[in-house]
């Protein structure tokens, strides 16, 4: 097993465009998360899920950002009508039920022109 | 709120020198608290759990609840400690991890 893995590593897009990030967690864990980071911040959560169950979801995530985790394996996470300060790393990341370690991808980033 | 506080943004210390990396955090529990870091190039991954009570890479970090911290300490800084470094807490009953901005410590030769 390489760990999390996330596709793609790089998206540039232009303002308004869709786009689709897809993470692999580390097989067994039941823990798939969401996070977002930008210049100079640490990582900010977006979503959480059990299994397939979204379970948390922050109240920063606007009715364009959409997560889901169908069969409970890999996760895709969506962001429809891209405005510029979309423009982050998002990081995915697994987490085993014990203990709460969270496992992270090397991120995908995103730059929204 | 929760809130997770790294009040350095850049630590510089000469190689040799002893370390302290600040963290303070606002939760009314009792929360599971990490330190992650970030090797350049390299992914964020888990340096210490408190509830481990484990000194990893020489580092070691208390939980203190009256002042509701949990600073990172290592004695002696190496090189190859220069990274950012993430203070990061669970309330508890949730699985929800929140981040502080992170400090980057360089060690100098």
């Given at each position: 097993d390489t760990g999390v893995s996330q596709d793609p590593r790089h998206k540039i897009t232009k303002r308004g465009q869709n786009v689709t990030f897809r993470c692999d967690p580390?097989?067994?864990?039941?823990r798939l998360y969401w996070y977002r980071q930008t210049l100079g911040q640490g990582p900010e959560f977006l979503t959480y899920f059990q299994n397939e169950a979204q379970l948390e979801k922050s109240?920063?995530?606007?009715?364009?950002f959409s997560a889901e985790r169908p069969k409970g394996s890999f996760s895709t996470l969506e962001i429809q009508r891209?405005?510029?300060?979309?423009s982050a790393m998002y990081l995915c990341a697994s987490s085993p039920k014990d203990p709460q370690v969270l496992f992270f991808g090397e991120g995908s980033r995103l730059t929204v022109l | 709120a929760q809130r997770v506080t790294q009040p350095e943004k850049l630590l510089s210390v000469f190689k040799g020198a002893p370390v302290e990396l600040k963290c303070n955090y606002s939760y009314s529990g009792s929360p599971e608290l990490f330190w992650y870091v970030q090797y350049s190039r390299q992914r964020l991954q888990l340096l210490l759990r408190h509830i481990s009570r484990e000194s990893i890479k020489g580092f070691t970090a208390d939980l203190n609840k009256g002042e509701t911290s949990f600073h990172l300490k290592k004695p002696f800084a190496q090189e190859e400690d220069s990274a950012m470094y993430y203070c990061a807490l669970i309330p508890s009953g949730t699985y929800k991890y929140i981040f502080g901005t992170g400090t980057r410590l360089k060690v100098l030769a």
């Open positions: 580390i097989s067994e864990h039941n109240r920063l995530l606007s009715d364009r891209t405005e510029q300060g979309d | -």
